[in-house]
T-cell receptor, first 109, second 114 residues
Framework: GQSLEQPSEVTAVEGAIVQINCTYQTSGFYGLSWYQQHDGGAPTFLSY????GLEETGRFSSFLSRSDSYGYLLLQELQMKDSASYFC??????????FGAGTRLAVHP | KAGVTQTPRYLIKTRGQQVTLSCSPISGHRSVSWYQQTPGQGLQFLFE???????NKGNFPGRFSGRQFSNSRSEMNVSTLELGDSALYLC?????????????FGSGTQLSVL
């Protein structure tokens, strides 16, 4: 079957750095994406990795290792507004976007 | 540019009824996909439409169906509702539905089945 594993919850303090890991097992792979969703809100796109390596967008970075079927999202200089759920997602052989169950990040003062 | 619009925002139905949800994608986007979101389960893929054709389907029973119109607006229908169908239903659009395209999500329709 197809699965994406990510931690269910992560807690951090303002200003800190947090890493959210994602391992995947899917039929085919066409890139790893990350989405953020605040409570009651719509998921919004954060990043996409099609090739191995690090992609940086402001305070957020995302990494992919296709040989390890692994990626992570790195959030730096955490702010209270970063408290949200973060989902990794993989595009499979059938062009379906398969999502993980999400990681709930709580940022404390 | 207007975002993805879903209507209605909230819906309460009883078991056995049917429901139709609507999604208007961003102008110019031809791919519309639907997801079911329940607490702790993430987003479960329902189906994707492109140019009025269903291009992909997830592992949901036949009670879940959808369609797309020539203006790319999409509807999904759930017949013979069950309690377990209570969820947030999200639709997302992208230009072509390509592998590296980001999805733009609507705010969803919260369906409660009593």
């Amino acid at each position: 079957g197809q699965s994406l594993e990510q931690p269910s919850e992560v807690t951090a303090v303002e200003g800190a750095i947090v890493q959210i890991n994602c391992t995947y097992q899917t039929s085919g792979f066409y890139g790893l994406s990350w989405y953020q969703q605040h409570d009651g809100g719509a998921p919004t796109f954060l990043s996409y990795n099609g090739l191995d390596g690090l992609e940086e967008t402001g305070r957020f970075s995302s990494f992919l290792s296709r040989s390890d079927s692994y990626g992570y999202l790195l959030l730096q200089e955490l702010q209270m507004k970063d408290s949200a759920s973060y989902f990794c997602a993989v595009r499979d052989d059938y062009n379906k976007l398969i999502f993980g169950a999400g990681t709930r990040l709580a940022v404390h003062p | 540019k207007a975002g993805v619009t879903q209507t209605p925002r909230y819906l309460i139905k009883t078991r056995g009824q049917q429901v139709t949800l609507s999604c208007s994608p961003i102008s110019g986007h031809r791919s519309v996909s639907w997801y079911q979101q329940t607490p702790g389960q993430g987003l479960q893929f329902l189906f994707e439409y492109f140019s009025e054709t269903q291009r992909n389907k997830g592992n949901f029973p036949g009670r879940f169906s959808g369609r797309q119109f020539s203006n790319s607006r999409s509807e999904m229908n759930v017949s013979t509702l069950e309690l377990g169908d209570s969820a947030l239903y999200l639709c997302a659009s992208s230009q072509q539905g390509g592998p590296n395209e980001k999805l733009f999500f609507g705010s969803g329709t919260q369906l409660s089945v009593l």
